[in-house]
């Protein structure tokens, strides 16, 4: 069994700069230009934080659970269902 100092010694140097490595069976992807203009949010924009609370939980023979959600800054309910990860279905907005 190796101890700490076992490590240190036999630590591999990483590549620096350019030379870094990409793991086996990953491929490097250029970062996707932005398509469209960015504007500041204006009033009836969305906020960029949404708080859920939940209202009810409903569970059905096969298990499958949807969970009731209430978002109050937008005025809505949203149903998420959750449980057998066989049985899930959509997520919708009302």
């Known amino acids: 069994m190796k101890n700490f100092k076992d490590f240190l010694v036999t630590e591999e140097v990483s590549p ?3 030379e870094f490595l990409l793991p086996e069976g990953f491929v490097f992807c250029e970062e996707p230009e932005l398509v469209g203009n960015i504007t500041e949010a ?7 934080v949404l708080i859920m609370r939940r ?13 009731l959600y209430k978002v109050d800054k937008i005025e809505r309910y949203i149903t998420i269902p959750y449980g057998e990860p066989d ?3 959509n997520v919708a907005g009302e």
Request: overall charge positive; hydrophobic content about 35%; cysteine-free.
């Open 16 to 18: 620096k700069g350019d």
């Open 42 to 48: 204006k009033s009836g924009d969305l906020p960029a």
């Open 55 to 67: 209202v009810a939980i409903r569970q059905y023979p096969n298990n499958q659970k949807i969970a």
């Open 87 to 89: 049985h899930i279905l």
